[in-house]
């Protein structure tokens, strides 16, 4: 019996501590945010903080927004965030609460008995109960609880780090969308040049009706083009303001960079990828501390599936005249209906289920990672051919076109066509670069515990024209 008292002194200890638990798991939060994803995580719980924030996002806001700090105003302003850390706090407090036992109760008895002139004879009684069983399992319970909070405090960081990746995609999104854009202006102009000699050539009868509305067509189809480049620009740019929960006012003041980042001198390897600690990522490990609670949610069934409760009460009782009555009462349901033989073989079947998912996820992890890392090596690869190929062979041809063009041996539509290539394969040298700074976003995301699905590139609207004959 001497697990009680220390089960009892653990319910003191505890019944103030929820918010010192809380603040603990936030600052695990924070430590994750900051020494895994290299952002700092902020929650806003005063006026102060709140204003803090919004003097720094205004700051932020002055220059074009980089993507380390579009993700640091998207984990400290963020209200979608903000949400995410007040509803993980709240089921921190739910947890702390179900470990504590509960409170115990006090009864009270007043009985009058009258006898008509006789004198009236008055019956107190008093108890206070509680329930044994709850002290006896409080430690286990205790454990269980720890092992929820654990649940909690991994969880929040597998949202942390989904912020994270969400709005460096998002900023990658954006920014793209703006730098291809505006390259499609380029090609507007290009085939409007050439609209435009075609319609003055056939006016002066050096032109055929067929082919001014081939250069004709060629514009429209660059303009078109040029719309649905600018729709994307600008939905890409809404969804990172959303994603960093920025209002009217800050969304007007959002200025995005000109281009998207270089790209690395060489892309990680993939044995440095290989040995990264599988098994610390945190799905793996939510997974096994569910497991974990859920070995002991089947401790504890086996022994409440048969007593399932043992009160113990505290009784006084005097009466007029008499002297006064001390003693317990014990309070113990039969088993006689309910054997818990149902409770035991669905906990049982939970923890089957538990083990199996663990398994699966741990299983699933280096394939995982191998599938983005595949998307990740072969997105660099690709931008690095249009970086150091494609693009640079593209320029030397509209540089010889101009030559060719001073010396008359091409014609201008020549010209102005391996102008719309140039342009062209720069466009998709750009997406090229957007999905490999996905794919690396994707890729460090999966390393650390939250899977996400390699993009399929897809062909670019900009496809080179060929150059026209006349």
């Not at 895994?36 to 002055?62: H, I, K, N, P, Y």
Request: proline fraction near 4%; hydrophobic fraction near 45%.
């Amino acid at each position: 019996m001497k697990a009680a008292p220390f089960a009892l002194a653990s319910a003191i200890v505890l019944s103030g501590c929820a918010t010192t638990t809380i603040d603990d798991n936030f600052a695990a939060v924070e430590r994750f945010s900051r020494d895994q994803a290299g952002s700092e995580a902020r929650w806003l719980r005063s006026e102060t903080e709140r204003a803090e924030m919004e003097a720094e996002v205004d700051r932020l806001l002055a220059e074009p927004l980089g993507r380390d700090d579009a993700v640091r105003i998207g984990l400290g302003y963020s209200p979608a965030f903000q949400t995410i850390l007040a509803e993980a706090a709240a089921t921190s407090a739910d947890v702390s609460r179900s470990a504590r036992l509960p409170n115990p109760i006090f009864s009270f008895e007043r009985l009058v008995r009258t006898g008509g002139g006789e004198r009236t004879e008055l019956d107190i009684g008093r108890a206070l109960s509680f329930s044994l069983l709850d002290v006896l399992l409080l430690p286990v319970r205790l454990e269980r609880a720890q092992l929820r909070q654990q649940q909690t405090r991994l969880q929040a960081s597998m949202a942390t780090l989904k912020v994270i990746t969400d709005v460096r995609t998002a900023w990658i999104e954006a920014v793209a969308a703006a730098q291809i854009a505006n390259y499609h202006e380029g090609v507007v102009r290009a085939t409007s040049t050439s609209a435009e000699l075609g319609r003055r050539m056939q006016a002066a009868g050096n032109f055929s009706r067929l082919e001014r509305a081939r250069e004709q067509a060629l514009h429209a189809d660059a303009v078109s083009t040029q719309i649905r480049a600018r729709q994307s620009a600008v939905r890409a740019r809404e969804a990172l303001v959303q994603m960093l929960g920025l209002p009217p006012e800050k969304a007007l003041a959002l200025r995005l960079p000109e281009r998207l980042p270089d790209l690395p001198l060489r892309p990680l390897d993939e044995e440095t990828v290989g040995h990264a600690a599988l098994d610390e990522r945190l799905d793996v490990r939510r997974a096994r501390a569910e497991l974990e609670a859920t070995a002991k949610d089947l401790g504890l069934t086996r022994v409440t599936s048969v007593v399932n409760g043992l009160e113990v009460a505290a009784l006084r009782n005097s009466e007029t005249g008499e002297r006064a009555q001390r003693g317990f009462e014990i309070e113990l349901p039969l088993p006689l209906f309910d054997f818990g033989d149902a409770g035991r073989a669905g906990d049982k079947s939970r923890y089957l289920a538990a083990f199996n998912r663990t398994a699966q996820i741990a299983r699933n992890a280096t394939s995982q990672v191998r599938a983005v890392y595949d998307s990740y090596r072969n997105s660099h690869d690709l931008a690095r051919h249009y970086r150091d190929e494609i693009v640079p062979l593209r320029k030397s041809i509209a540089e010889e076109a101009v030559l060719q063009y001073n010396g008359m041996f091409i014609s201008v539509f020549e010209l102005l066509a391996e102008t719309r290539s140039q342009v062209a394969s720069v466009i998709q040298a750009i997406e090229a670069e957007r999905e490999f700074w996905i794919a690396e976003t994707a890729l460090h995301a999966t390393l650390l515990g939250t899977p996400v699905t390699p993009s399929t590139s897809q062909p670019s609207s900009a496809a080179p024209a060929p150059a026209a004959e006349h």
